[in-house]
């Protein structure tokens, strides 16, 4: 092994760095639906969402290996090009997060890794095959997947729960969430974790401290996965709030249907060595649980925004990579010009987001109503909620948090309502 150089060390605690943003970033794919339906109280569904993304780092290495051997060529890569790829990957995850958009860390993460090792060594030395089919293909289809499953499963759930009992079925349905929110959270740490893994390992070949072709070691495993497990302790809140009021109202049927569903996509693509987003997995089949339930709707203008940001993703790092490693490329001051900048960038989005606090303590609070579209109206007129109201649709059982909600907005109504 040969010496471990400053730039080597800077590239692995950058990736380090990436991998708390993605924690973060990615905590609404877990414990959004679970979070917004009152099933589990906000600080304790994310510490349980950390640690089990703390144990799914350790399952396999395949995604790993698909970002460390299979996605760029790694003769043609340095550690200054990884470094690059990487400030394109935070800087975009901030923005999106500052927005309060779910967009793909791991698009962000391969955009960043395939502009640098563009800039740096040429198109050929993307491996377009697998950019195809392992990145893009499964960016379309996890979300139409688990989309379609989650709507099928949501409309099944209320079809055997139509005569259960009210408490056994809160109960249940507690318990389903919490177990479906856990298994995501696992399925995350054993995508999104070995992310991290790869990069820091193709920067340990470039770098000549492993010998190529090689697994991840064990302390890159370890410390991958302690770092995406801080950032998702410390919660997405604003994404989380989008993913759980935005996109739409779910119950907890529709929840416990979502969770499980995104969960089995994930695992699969875990398994199979595609580099799946978990967000794209999520998103779909919140989408799909939204339309599942009878008098469901999905708002449409916040998907289009997500919708908008998914297809920015790959190309905007890609952009940031690339001019990040033409910087890099004027030698040691170059580098030092790129991390000052993605300080300093960091920290803007950081004074940014303190305009408007967005925490465990007001995550459930409802966002502005926007105006009903077209499809969203349309959707309402063919398909009416039962017949007794929303209050009793379907004999929802209702969460303690939910019937806190509901007698707060009533009381809001009564005292505004002019005499």
């Given at each position: 092994m ?24 990615d905590t ?25 993304n ?9 995604v ?17 090009v ?18 309060g ?13 395939i ?21 893009l ?23 055997l ?31 999104d ?35 995406i ?7 997405g809140?604003?994404i ?24 089995t ?6 398994h ?12 779909g ?14 708002r ?17 790092a ?11 490329g ?19 989005i ?14 459930n ?29 379907e004999?929802?059982?209702?969460f ?20």
């Open positions: 040969e010496s471990f150089s400053l730039i080597l060390a800077i590239v692995v605690v950058t990736a380090l760095a990436f991998d708390f943003t993605n924690g973060f970033h609404a794919n877990a414990m959004a639906t679970t979070i917004s339906t009152g099933a589990m109280r906000p600080k304790v569904a994310v510490a349980m969402s950390a640690v089990l703390l144990v799914g780092a350790f399952l396999s290495v395949e790993a290996n698909t970002i460390s051997k299979g996605l760029v060529d790694e003769a043609g890569v340095r550690p200054e990884i470094f690059a790829a990487l400030v394109g990957a935070i800087l975009w995850n901030l923005l999106t997060w500052l927005v958009l779910p967009s793909s860390s791991s698009h962000a993460l391969m955009g960043g890794l502009g640098a090792t563009i800039a740096s060594a040429g198109v050929g030395a993307v491996h377009g095959d697998v950019l195809v089919t392992k990145v293909i499964p960016a379309i289809a996890a979300p139409l997947v688990a989309g379609i499953a989650a709507m099928f499963a949501t409309r099944l759930t209320y079809s729960g139509k005569k259960a009992d009210g408490k056994a079925s809160e109960k249940g349905y507690r318990a389903g969430q919490i177990a479906s929110a856990g298994l995501v959270s696992l399925a995350h740490g054993t995508n974790a070995q992310k991290t893994m790869g990069v820091i390992t193709l920067a340990l070949v470039a770098g000549g401290a492993v010998a190529p072709d090689s697994d991840p070691p064990l302390w890159v495993i370890l410390s991958a996965g302690l770092a497990a801080l950032g998702t302790y410390l919660g809140w604003r989380i709030r989008t993913m759980g009021k935005g996109l739409t109202d779910l119950q907890p049927q529709q929840g416990f249907a979502a969770q499980t569903s995104a969960a996509v994930i695992l699969a693509s875990s199979l060595g595609f580099s799946l987003s978990t967000t794209h997995s999520v998103s089949s919140v989408m799909g649980a939204g339309l599942g339930r009878k008098g469901g709707v999905v449409w203008s916040t998907a289009t925004r997500m919708f908008v940001a998914w297809a920015l993703t790959l190309p905007a890609a952009l940031v990579g690339a001019l990040a490693e033409y910087v890099t004027f030698g040691d001051w170059g580098t030092a010009v790129v991390a000052v900048f993605l300080v300093a960038s960091s920290a803007v950081w004074k940014l987001s303190r305009r408007e606090v967005i925490d465990h303590t007001n995550v609070a409802a966002e502005e109503t926007e105006p009903a579209g077209v499809v969203t109206t349309a959707m309402a007129a063919v398909t009416p909620p039962p017949a007794g109201g929303t209050a009793s649709e004999s929802l059982p209702t303690p948090a939910q019937a806190e909600a509901e007698r707060e907005a009533a009381a809001t109504t009564t005292t505004s309502t002019p005499v």
